[in-house]
């Protein structure tokens, strides 16, 4: 079983930063992305940023300049830095975590989603 722990969700004035962190554990063989997605209040969830197993990146146009995703291989942990944060950046933020786990002596593919953690950027 994979567990996902969000953090570093807060209340912060327009134009601040925050830095989200999560935390990928548990049987683990192989991790080939690591994303982060958000939803406001009515409505979809969005993707804000990809990073896969090669280094390569994906962002939003809304957060393009921004916003940076970075993961730590070794502690399968990935990070969203974000910097000028906007009001319509508040939403609540999700880790997604794509790769192969080993259960019951068999590898398989998995996808898990973390708790979410709230943003809020105030005027």
């Known amino acids: 079983q994979v567990q996902l722990v969000e953090s570093g969700g807060g209340l912060v004035q327009a134009g601040g930063s925050l830095r989200l962190s999560c935390a990928a554990s548990g049987s683990i063989s192989s991790i080939n992305a690591m994303a982060w997605y958000r939803q406001a209040p009515g409505k979809q969830r969005e993707l804000v940023a990809r990073?896969?197993?090669?280094?390569?990146?994906d962002y939003a146009d809304s957060v393009k300049g921004r916003f940076t995703i970075s993961r730590d291989n070794a502690k399968n942990t990935v990070f969203l830095q974000m910097n000028s944060l906007k009001p319509e950046d508040t939403a609540v933020y999700y880790c997604?975590?794509?790769?192969?786990?080993?259960?019951?002596?068999?590898?398989?593919?998995?996808?898990?989603w973390g708790q979410g953690t709230q943003v809020t950027v105030s005027s």
């Open positions: 997604n975590v794509r790769g192969l786990v080993l259960g019951a002596g068999v590898l398989r593919p998995f996808v898990d």
């Open positions: 990073i896969t197993s090669g280094g390569s990146t």
